[in-house]
């Protein structure tokens, strides 16, 4: 039969749990700390990039799409806020904002023909020839992203 470790032997292994402990505390600080200092590098490269880039990003709307997948893809939303940094670098929170009313005009406008659904074509095609296209150039991607920030303005009854 084999015996028990006494006193000593559980001191000893809680000492080395405890080391164990504040090992893996302190292993986890340094990868936080080291984590944020990457995003911090991170955010500030990209801000340069947006900042060198803000008129391709505003008159070229494939160039636009591109900025927001590889924003999407670091989790970096430009549009999260119409106050925030994105909206006052890029101003694309307005852009978006205002092709929203748009949207929303166009669709109120031709509502007796068809009731208020507007094909994403159709519609694209009356923002152009609203905008007269002098502006920024609005493509597909743009009008859903618009509609996308429209979702907050719609509401669901309960149902009981």
């Not at 160039?63 to 893809?73: G, L, N, V, Y």
Request: aromatic residues 6%.
């Amino acid at each position: 039969m084999r015996r028990r470790p006494g006193i000593g032997g559980l001191q000893t292994h809680a000492a080395a749990r405890d080391q164990f402990r504040l090992l893996g505390e302190n292993v986890a600080k340094i990868r936080t700390d080291l984590m944020k200092e990457q995003l911090a590098t991170f955010r500030s490269q990209l801000e340069d990039f947006a900042r060198k880039h803000k008129n391709d990003i505003r008159k070229n709307p494939a160039f636009r799409s591109q900025f927001h997948e590889m924003c999407a893809k670091v989790g970096v939303d430009p549009l999260a806020s119409n106050k925030g940094f994105w909206s006052e670098l890029l101003g694309l929170g307005d852009f978006y904002y205002e092709l929203g009313v748009q949207i929303v005009d166009i669709c109120l406008a031709t509502r007796v023909h068809n009731g208020g659904l507007v094909d994403l074509q159709e519609l694209c095609h009356l923002l152009r020839h609203r905008r007269k296209t002098d502006r920024e150039v609005v493509s597909e991607d743009d009008c859903l992203r618009a509609i996308k920030k429209l979702k907050v303005l719609c509401f669901r009854l309960p149902i009981d």
